[in-house]
Antibody
Framework: EVQLVQSGAEVKKPGESLKISCKGSGYSFTNYWIGWVRQMPGKGLEWMGT????????RYSPSFQGQVTISADKSINTAYLQWSSLKASDTAMYYCARRGETQEWFDPWGQGTLVTVSS | DIQLTQSPSFLSASVGDRVTITCRAS??????LAWYQQKPGKAPKLLIY???ILQSGVPSRFSGSGSGTEFTLTISSLQPEDFGTYYCQQLSSHPLTFGGGTKVEIK
């Protein structure tokens, strides 16, 4: 079974750093792009960026370029999303998802990681 | 960026009803469109990709159609478990974008 398992919920203060993870299993991790999607409380879905774990080629949405860093460690089948200095406006649910083979749909999705940033 | 406009934003329908959700793109995207269902507190689930291909395991009452700028998701006979919010996503160009969502309520 193809599965993505994300790290647990985080509560952080503004200005702190954070790295959340997404571990893939049940498929060849290096052969599929992994995307990250933000969902702010009560809002819709926003694509943040996508990484190819095989060579770490990464594409960012202009809205998130410079705000986050997407990375991957293919030796442990894990992708990451990190912030160097969190803001209250980063409070959201973050999902990772595997990209489709021929087009950029996402399936399956991880269970989500809730990030809360509050002083 | 390609904007996706979904309509309606909310709908309430009875079990057995035929339900149609529309997604309009701000420019032509061929068949590069996917549909997702999201239930409260859960991750989105892929229903349809390439505008009309049903993802494996998804009930056949779901169908997708359209090409270019106008797309529809149809539920042929609404079931109690179909409540949730439905999103379209364009796959044509970066940045990938999603529609604003359609919340479906069962009467």
């Amino acid at each position: 079974e193809v599965q993505l398992v994300q790290s647990g919920a985080e509560v952080k203060k503004p200005g702190e750093s954070l790295k959340i993870s997404c571990k893939g299993s049940g498929y060849s991790f290096t052969n599929y792009w992994i995307g990250w999607v933000r969902q702010m409380p009560g809002k819709g879905l926003e694509w943040m960026g996508t990484i190819y774990p095989g060579d770490s080629d990464t594409r960012y949405s202009p809205s998130f370029q410079g705000q986050v860093t997407i990375s991957a460690d293919k030796s442990i089948n894990t992708a990451y999303l990190q912030w160097s200095s969190l803001k209250a406006s980063d409070t959201a649910m973050y999902y990772c998802a595997r990209r489709g083979e021929t087009q950029e749909w996402f399936d399956p999705w991880g269970q989500g990681t809730l990030v809360t940033v509050s002083s | 960026d390609i904007q996706l406009t979904q309509s309606p934003s909310f709908l309430s329908a009875s079990v057995g009803d035929r339900v149609t959700i529309t997604c309009r793109a701000s420019q032509g995207i061929s068949n590069y469109l996917a549909w997702y269902q999201q239930k409260p507190g859960k991750a989105p689930k892929l229903l349809i990709y390439a505008a009309s291909i049903l993802q494996s395991g998804v009930p056949s009452r779901f169908s997708g159609s359209g090409s270019g700028t106008e797309f529809t998701l149809t539920i042929s006979s609404l079931q109690p478990e179909d409540f949730g919010t439905y999103y379209c996503q364009q796959l044509s160009s970066h940045p990938l974008t999603f529609g604003g969502g359609t919340k479906v309520e069962i009467k």
